[in-house]
């Protein structure tokens, strides 16, 4: 049990994978202009994560390494993840429409969030069991939501100061990031 | 929009350079410009992608019907990614696991879709060859010119690709390496300052 605690602490925090891992910076810097967009990516993201990592270990371990299929590894991953998405997004579209509409343009993003396909293959190169996967697909983009949610409040302080031009969007955006990139670096030394 | 070769090709270099004006395709920018050597590595290995891909989906875009489009650009970039991976696997090992998973990560950068769909779609061989020529190899400038300048200040060393040489105390052996540059949020500040810098160039 204190396995699994500690390889939840070290995905959340220690091994963040935005801010330490530097996966999944693309919705990162796009939809964290506001609070609701950016929780509302978390949700998505985290839901996503759970069912493309235990899919895409189960096909993994029952399809690709008993056949010697391993080089189609990568097409696999991203089939499953691209097929998850849309049906992600139907589901979403009949259960919770205004989740759906405020989510918009992000949700099919997220097929190209390199966290999702860097989640699903980090868990195939250090062999985790599917416990193990569970785990860290839940909080890989827990953490991930996290940085996202404290990286919003972040951006929407930094709207209200005077920003010199060439710095300003994105640019500055970045630095702020490494700020928190910086807090985190903290955490190596908690595991 | 009859534009030339020429114009094609140098607007990735420079105009649209990828990642600075195209602000798209951050992770291996971020993760991989710690060595120039992983840098130019990386640049060469989504160079090949981006070209192969651009030239098939160029050559299929009358083929592919509307709805299911982004699924057949997914499928053929992934296709070319598993063919540069087993590349490199057979001849570029030791690149090849210094890179580590960013090889695969080739299919879901945002560059390579996005060229395919804004570009490739809608014109001809010829010009979208022109295109992922340009972009990828201004890509491949732009993280070497990163990874030159995180690797100089901030480990004292520079690794060149695919030579094996590398010169150790670049600035002279009395010279404290700067770390922070080479870690992760080093990573995040110089990107944006070199954001600031090329926004500075743009308006001149």
Redesign the interface.
Known sequence: MGDYFLLAISCIFVNNIL????????PF?GVSKKMETATGMAMAVIFVLVLAGSITWAISHFILKPFDLE?????S???VI?SLVSFVELFLKKSIPALYSGLGIFL?LI????A???VC??NI?EDYSFLQTLVSSFTYPAGFGLALVLYAGLRERILLARVP????D??????G???M??A??AFKGMA | MAKSFVQEFTKGLWAEIPPFRL?????PT??LTKSLENGIGMGVAFTFVLILSNILISMLRNVIPKQVR??CY??VI??F??IV??LMQAYAFPLYQKL??FI??I????IV?GRAEAFAAKNRVMLSIADALGMGIGYTLALGALAAFREIFGAGTLTFPFINYSIHNVLGASYKPFVFLV???????C???M???M??LG?K
Not at chain 1, 19 to 26: E, I
Not at chain 1, 111 to 114: G, K, Q
Not at chain 2, 107 to 110: E, L, R, T
């Open positions: 801010l330490a891992q530097y996966l999944g910076n693309c810097l080089y189609l590894q990568t097409l991953f991203i089939l691209a099919p097929t190209t969030n390199c999702v396909m860097g293959l980090i190169k031009k060439p710095l300003q994105t640019a500055i955006g970045l630095v990031a490494g700020m990139s910086l985190f670096m | 602000v798209l395709g951050l992770c971020l993760a982004l699924s997914i499928i992934a296709t990614v598993t991976e087993l580590g998973i695969p990560l299919v879901v950068n945002c879709l870690e992760a949020p080093g990573a995040f500040v990107l944006g300052l954001l600031c810098v926004n500075m308006r």
